[in-house]
Each structure stands twice: as C-alpha cells, then as structure tokens.
C-alpha cells in the first residue's frame, strides 16, 4: 500500500499536475509596494510566418543582444538585436534540444542552454556557431525514457541530469545547476565540468537541504545561490559550497529567479499565475517581486492576464540591467520587455495601495 | 539500477586496473569543422581510409517514431559524415538510409569501403567508396516498442548462444586478410559472428556469461594480420583473443574494461584499448592502453572528464596511423585528434 502511495505521488510530480504545486499568495504582497513600469508592446518580431512557442528561457549578452529558448514543433533557440529584431537560429537540429527549459548567458557571453527532454547542459560560444561542453548524458534511444511515470525516482547520480531547470556561473565560472523535475537537488561542476559539490538529492524533501522541484537557480557576485523551490514555496539561498544558509519565505510559490549586474545586485522572482488551477487564482498570483539580495522586498509589478502586458504562466526572467525586465510566459508563447520605473515607486511607502489591490 | 549496476562496473574497472602503465605523453585537437546549423551529437564511430579522409558516425537528430496501425515505427536519428584530412567537411553519406537509427560504429576496410554499424536497427551496412550501399548484414526490425525494449523480441533470448545472421545490438565490425568479416553482437547478443567477403554466414561464437568464449558484452572487435580476432569483453574486463575460427585462444586484461579498441596496420601491429568512462562517472577511469598483440603494456594516456586534454566515454579509436589516432568521445560530443610522441 505504502508503495502504491509513492508511486500514485511520483506519478502526479512527473506529469506535473497542479494539483502536486498548488498556487499560493505571496504573504509580501500586502506589505510590498507597486512599482511604476511600462510595457513595451511587440518590442520581440519573429521572422515572418514563424512563430514562436512556448517561452522557457530568455537571457541577454552583454552587447544588448537577446535570446530566445522555446518549444515549438522542435525546441529551437533564437537570438534577437538590441532593438528586438530577429537575427538567427542557433542550433537548429541539435542533439542537445527537446524540450526548452532554460537560456542563460554567462560572464564571457557563452550561451548556455537547458534542456530537460534530453537532460543535457550546453555550452555554446558567443556567436552559438560552436559547442564547447555538454553536461549530463541524453538517454540512448534504446534505453527509452529515463524517468518513467511509474515509480520513484531513479538514485541520483554525479553526471547524469534528470529534467535540469536551469543554470548559473559563480565568478569564478563553476557551474551551478538546478536538477531538477526528477532529482531534487543543486550542483556545483568546475569549470571543466567536474563534479564538485551537491546539494538535495532524487528524493522529495521540505526541510533543509531538501527540494520539491528546484525550478531555477541564480549566483550572486559573491558566489550565494539562490534556488527557486517551486514545490516548496520558498526561495533558498545557499553558499558557493552548497551549505545551507537561509530560505525567503514570503513571495509565493518560487518559479524563477533572476539576479540583476551591476555593483548593486537585486534579486527578482516570480510568483507566475498557475497552469491550469481554479478560478481566482489571478487574483493572487502573476507579480514579479523586487528584493535586496537578502530577501528585503523592494517593490513588486506586473498582473496576470491573456493579454499583453499581463503575465502568462512567467517561466524565464531577464534582469540584466535591473530597470529592464525580460520575461518569457508558457501560456501566451511571448516574450515581453518591462521598463521599471527608478526608485520612485520604491521610495514611497504604497503598502496601502497594494492592500487595496490585494482584495480586489 | 541499471545506472547503479554501472557504477559498480565503473569501481570494478578502477580496482583492476594495472598499476604500472607508462604514461605517453600526448596532444590532443579538434580539427573537423561541420557545415553551419550541423553539430555532433553523441559521437560513436570514427574512422579514416587510405587517403586520410575521416568519417563519423553520430547520433546527432531526433529519430522519429510515427504511429501506425498497431506498431511504432522508428527512423532516422544518426547521420555519416566524411571529411578531408585537413578536417573540412566533404559530404553526409547514407542520408535518409533505412538503416540508420542509433550510431554505433563506422569502420574503413583496406578497399576503402565504409562500414557502417547501428545499435537500433542491428544492422551492419557496406558503403562503397562512392558512398553506395554495396552490402547489407542483418535486418532492421520492422517496429519498435514504446516504451523501448530493443535487445528483446528476436526469438531466443539475446545472449543465448543462439546461430543466426540476425544481430541484436551490434557494435563493430572488423576483417582478416582475406576479407572475412568479423561483427560483435554485440550488446544485446554477446557473441562473435563470422561472415565471407560475401556475406555467407558462416558460424557465431559465444554467449552470456564470464567462462573463456563468454562475453558480458563485446564492445569492439579487431583482427590482426595473420586473422587472429580480438574481442573487447566489456564488463569482463577482457580482451578475449580466438583464432580465425573462433578458437579461444587467450586473454588479455592490461587494457581495462575495454569499451573501444584498435590495431594499427604496418609491420608492427599495435592493441589500443580504451578504459572509458560510463557517462554518469567523470572521475574514474578514460585512459587509452596501448599494447603489444599479447598485451604487454606499452604505455597510456588520457583521463576521464571534458577538458582538451580529457576523454568522455570513448566508443571508437581509429589508429591507422599508431601514433596519430581519432578518437569519438561519445559523452562529449565530439571528435578528438591525439597525437602521440
């Protein structure tokens, strides 16, 4: 019986049910002020008659331009110029691309993409022409799936990846990544891909170094993790050995995570409207938060919604230049640009406005 | 447990490896540059032929399974390459194949024709040196399972002993003098079988199992100038070498879990084999042997991991020139050079 529950449980997590993720308010919504922001409309053109899907990562280099990493027919990987304009596929027809779930430019501009059909990590080089490193290993095809619907988790191991999310660089370029929908854990490879540290395991966990689907990860120039516990609610900081140090608690359910440059970092997060729950969850989910680096909440913006600027189901931020947000949704298949509105908004004490909203 | 049982072979090979090995001292590159919006995928085959031009074999497209009636169907997935021997890309050979499914091996005989092995279609396949197909050993099956289950469903048990010119899961292929043509089948079957240069099924030696003339898998296969035939029995840590009939003959285990092997043309015939990593363990393991036919040690190099001078789960060495070798890295991606000195 005992085995029939995990493996009912396993089933729901690997299908990626809502009901194993239940949408929850952020308890700093009430307390976080509104920040002014603008919308910038079709600011991302696709080539004519193409289409992107559905939006899992988005990331900018340091030259402004943007990249696109989406499901459609294949999963493919666009890049944009600074003005929104398409410029070129990357990888088309690479091994690495199944199923999109996150980009992300490292210090150098390398792109790296993550793919959680064929559990692997790429390195492209700036220009996405050349692959200079594969982590994790995508299943023979005569092996079948890797993770099957119909039981526990396989034992985590050190380089094999089981549905990555997504993937970050400290300064000194290790390699961070979130692992993911069928392991629960973090790791930590050198920069030659070695297996250097790890944090979690296959298991399901709520406690202290403990996951319930690591969604996204971030490092701050000091080399802090930041790992979104989609499952757990939580955001959960650790340091650049994958110790354990302190979880933020109070901005919903953790999708995704971005930690802006600059000398002064902020850290973003998404608390997106759910795939697929009940009626008025809109109305307490969508927002993106603002925060100091040690949870202290800055401000917050943005709405769920169908239409442009709302949100749909934010999966993937850009934060770059911390007064210009990217996002990518799954549900509406796009890509928008927010320009956030300095510090005014943040200076001035609008508890009271967002208590009003919060109601509505 | 499949991953689990892995890793325990991985220990296995750690703790018997010799202790002695003389370290070769080596450089590595990566010289073949691909046509733009093409990239290696899981890189299994690498060979070059008389005039120094390579060909890969790679797993490196989606094999697509479409639904029939009542069975799936699978095709496509792996693509040949040839190169020039400065490393430019010539042509894709074979494409759209019926044969080509999951990339396993390619080899180059003395004629310069291009043999291609495929896991998932157990097929082995004779190109001509204009890139024909000249001839065709095993059958691809007619559907796949999905979820997949390819090293059952071809009568008798794989790994059974059984004598047929049907492969499950082959690996390589290798030829004597005489043209004979030697294939491993490999990792569904674990034997050797033997065929004519025409194709004649002529016997198939060994089963499942750890006794003289049993394979755990055999990985590779090479034969040596005067037809004796060398089976790299991996997961028994063994190269098991027979004679032109299939004789058992002796063992070999200087060269690790042998997962790839070679022996150079010439009047001095060298034994390249490759202790590779499994793609889940970066940090045992991935050196290449090279050895004298009766195995004594010449020497080593390489260590697992994915920097230049490092080797990810090598599946084939191409050693025409025994000092200028080509190695596919399986678990990364590409295809390295090493030079030798």
Same mark, same amino acid.
């Given at each position: 019986?005992?085995?029939?529950?995990?493996?009912?449980?396993?089933? &729901?997590?690997?299908?990626?049910?809502?009901?194993?993720?239940?949408?929850?308010?952020?308890?700093?919504?009430?307390?976080?002020?509104?920040?002014?922001?603008?919308?910038?409309?079709?600011?991302?053109?696709?080539?004519? %008659?193409?289409?992107?899907?559905?939006?899992?990562?988005?990331?900018?280099?340091?030259?402004?331009?943007?990249?696109?990493?989406?499901?459609?027919?294949?999963?493919?990987?666009?890049?944009?110029?600074?003005?929104?304009?398409?410029?070129?596929?990357?990888?088309?027809?690479?091994?690495?691309?199944?199923?999109?779930?996150? $980009?992300?430019?490292?210090?150098?501009?390398?792109?790296?993409? $993550?793919?959680?059909?064929?559990?692997? $990590?790429?390195?492209?080089?700036?220009?996405?022409?050349?692959?200079?490193?594969?982590?994790?290993?995508?299943?023979?095809?005569?092996?079948?799936?890797?993770?099957?619907?119909? %039981?526990?988790?396989?034992?985590?191991?050190? /380089?094999?990846?089981?549905?990555?999310?997504?993937?970050?660089?400290?300064?000194?370029?290790?390699?961070?990544?979130?692992?993911?929908?069928?392991?629960?854990?973090?790791?930590? /490879?050198?920069?030659?891909?070695?297996?250097?540290?790890?944090?979690? &395991?296959?298991?399901?966990?709520?406690?202290?170094?403990?996951?319930?689907?690591?969604?996204?990860?971030?490092?701050?120039?000091?080399?802090?993790?930041?790992?979104?516990?989609?499952?757990?609610?939580?955001?959960?900081?650790?340091?650049?050995?994958?110790?354990?140090?302190?979880?933020?608690?109070?901005?919903?359910?953790?999708?995704?995570?971005?930690?802006?440059?600059?000398?002064?970092? /902020?850290?973003?997060?998404?608390? &997106?409207?759910?795939?697929?729950?009940?009626?008025?969850?809109?109305?307490?989910?969508?927002?993106?938060?603002?925060?100091?680096?040690?949870?202290?909440?800055?401000?917050?913006?943005?709405?769920?919604?169908?239409?442009?600027?709302?949100?749909? $189901?934010?999966?993937?931020?850009?934060?770059?230049?911390?007064?210009?947000?990217?996002?990518?949704?799954?549900?509406?298949?796009?890509?928008?640009?927010?320009?956030?509105?300095?510090?005014?908004?943040?200076?001035?004490?609008?508890?009271?406005?967002?208590?009003?909203?919060?109601?509505? | 447990?499949?991953?689990?049982?892995?890793?325990?072979?991985?220990?296995?090979?750690?703790?018997?490896?010799?202790?002695?090995?003389?370290?070769?001292?080596?450089?590595?590159?990566?010289?073949?540059?691909? +046509?733009?919006?093409?990239?290696?995928?899981?890189?299994?085959?690498?060979?070059?032929?008389?005039?120094?031009?390579?060909?890969?074999?790679?797993?490196?497209?989606?094999?697509?399974?479409?639904?029939?009636?009542?069975?799936?169907?699978?095709?496509?997935?792996?693509?040949?390459?040839?190169?020039?021997?400065?490393?430019?890309?010539?042509?894709?050979?074979?494409?759209?194949?019926?044969?080509?499914?999951?990339?396993?091996?390619?080899?180059?005989?003395?004629?310069?024709?291009?043999?291609?092995?495929?896991?998932? *279609?157990?097929?082995?396949?004779?190109?001509?040196?204009?890139?024909?197909?000249?001839?065709?050993?095993?059958?691809?099956?007619?559907?796949?399972?999905?979820?997949?289950?390819?090293?059952?469903?071809?009568?008798?048990?794989?790994?059974? =002993?059984?004598?047929?010119?049907?492969?499950?899961?082959?690996?390589?292929?290798?030829?004597?003098?005489?043209?004979?043509?030697?294939?491993?089948?490999?990792? =569904?079957?674990?034997?050797?079988?033997?065929?004519?240069?025409?194709?004649?099924?002529?016997?198939?030696?060994?089963?499942?199992?750890?006794?003289?003339?049993?394979?755990?898998?055999?990985?590779?296969?090479?034969?040596?100038?005067?037809?004796?035939?060398?089976?790299?029995?991996?997961?028994?840590?063994?190269?098991?070498?027979?004679?032109?009939?299939?004789?058992?003959?002796?063992?070999?285990?200087? =060269?690790?879990? +042998?997962?790839?092997?070679?022996?150079?043309?010439?009047?001095?015939?060298?034994?390249?084999?490759?202790?590779?990593?499994?793609?889940?363990?970066?940090?045992?393991?991935?050196?290449?042997?090279?050895?004298?036919?009766?195995?004594?040690?010449?020497?080593?190099?390489?260590?697992?991991?994915?920097?230049?001078?490092?080797?990810? *789960?090598?599946?084939?060495?191409?050693?025409?020139?025994?000092?200028?070798?080509?190695?596919?890295?399986?678990?990364?991606?590409?295809?390295?050079?090493?030079?030798?000195?």
């Amino acid at each position: 019986m005992k085995h029939y529950l995990t493996a009912a449980a396993a089933v &729901s997590l690997l299908l990626g049910t809502t009901s194993a993720y239940p949408q929850s308010a952020a308890t700093a919504a009430l307390t976080t002020p509104d920040l002014s922001y603008e919308a910038v409309p079709n600011f991302f053109q696709a080539p004519p %008659g193409d289409y992107m899907g559905e939006l899992q990562g988005v990331a900018s280099n340091s030259k402004g331009h943007y990249f696109a990493y989406f499901r459609g027919p294949q999963t493919r990987l666009w890049e944009f110029g600074p003005d929104g304009k398409f410029i070129k596929e990357i990888g088309k027809g690479f091994y690495g691309f199944q199923f999109a779930h996150s $980009v992300r430019v490292d210090r150098h501009d390398n792109i790296w993409t $993550v793919d959680e059909g064929t559990n692997v $990590v790429t390195k492209f080089d700036p220009t996405g022409t050349k692959v200079l490193m594969v982590i994790g290993h995508r299943p023979n095809l005569a092996d079948g799936p890797y993770a099957t619907p119909h %039981g526990p988790n396989p034992p985590d191991e050190k /380089y094999t990846l089981c549905r990555p999310t997504d993937v970050a660089w400290d300064q000194n370029d290790n390699i961070f990544i979130s692992d993911g929908y069928c392991n629960n854990r973090v790791m930590k /490879y050198s920069p030659e891909g070695k297996f250097l540290a790890e944090n979690g &395991s296959e298991k399901v966990g709520k406690g202290e170094n403990e996951y319930n689907l690591p969604h996204g990860l971030q490092v701050d120039h000091q080399g802090n993790v930041y790992v979104a516990d989609r499952g757990n609610n939580r955001y959960v900081v650790l340091d650049n050995n994958l110790k354990w140090k302190t979880a933020y608690t109070s901005f919903g359910t953790a999708w995704s995570d971005c930690i802006s440059e600059g000398p002064h970092q /902020y850290l973003f997060m998404s608390n &997106s409207n759910p795939n697929g729950n009940g009626p008025g969850t809109w109305a307490r989910t969508g927002q993106i938060y603002k925060a100091e680096l040690d949870g202290t909440p800055l401000g917050k913006f943005g709405h769920a919604g169908k239409l442009a600027p709302g949100f749909q $189901v934010v999966h993937m931020m850009d934060c770059r230049n911390p007064n210009q947000i990217i996002v990518g949704e799954i549900e509406s298949w796009r890509m928008q640009k927010f320009v956030l509105k300095e510090s005014d908004a943040a200076a001035k004490p609008a508890a009271k406005k967002a208590a009003k909203k919060g109601r509505k | 447990m499949r991953c689990f049982a892995t890793l325990l072979l991985a220990a296995a090979a750690t703790i018997a490896l010799p202790a002695m090995a003389q370290e070769i001292s080596y450089a590595t590159s990566q010289p073949l540059t691909l +046509p733009h919006d093409t990239f290696f995928g899981y890189v299994t085959g690498v060979a070059t032929n008389s005039k120094g031009h390579v060909f890969v074999y790679t797993r490196n497209g989606e094999p697509t399974i479409t639904l029939g009636g009542s069975r799936a169907f699978a095709h496509g997935g792996s693509n040949l390459y040839e190169f020039a021997p400065d490393g430019k890309f010539i042509r894709q050979i074979g494409k759209q194949v019926y044969g080509f499914l999951a990339a396993q091996q390619v080899r180059v005989d003395k004629n310069d024709n291009i043999w291609v092995v495929d896991r998932y *279609s157990s097929m082995v396949m004779k190109f001509d040196p204009q890139g024909r197909l000249a001839m065709l050993l095993g059958r691809k099956p007619e559907s796949v399972d999905v979820p997949s289950s390819p090293d059952t469903g071809r009568g008798n048990p794989p790994g059974s =002993g059984q004598q047929s010119d049907l492969f499950q899961s082959p690996t390589d292929v290798a030829w004597d003098a005489a043209g004979n043509i030697f294939v491993a089948d490999g990792n =569904g079957n674990a034997r050797v079988a033997k065929f004519t240069r025409d194709g004649v099924f002529v016997k198939s030696w060994g089963s499942r199992g750890a006794d003289n003339s049993q394979f755990k898998t055999v990985h590779g296969i090479a034969v040596d100038a005067a037809g004796n035939v060398y089976a790299a029995d991996r997961g028994n840590n063994r190269i098991q070498v027979f004679d032109n009939d299939g004789n058992y003959k002796s063992s070999i285990t200087s =060269g690790g879990n +042998p997962e790839a092997i070679c022996i150079s043309p010439g009047a001095h015939q060298y034994l390249f084999s490759s202790n590779s990593n499994p793609a889940n363990d970066l940090d045992h393991g991935g050196e290449i042997y090279k050895l004298e036919l009766n195995g004594t040690v010449v020497g080593k190099f390489g260590q697992a991991g994915k920097g230049p001078k490092d080797f990810g *789960s090598v599946n084939a060495i191409d050693c025409r020139n025994p000092n200028s070798l080509y190695v596919a890295e399986a678990g990364n991606w590409r295809v390295t050079k090493v030079d030798l000195h």
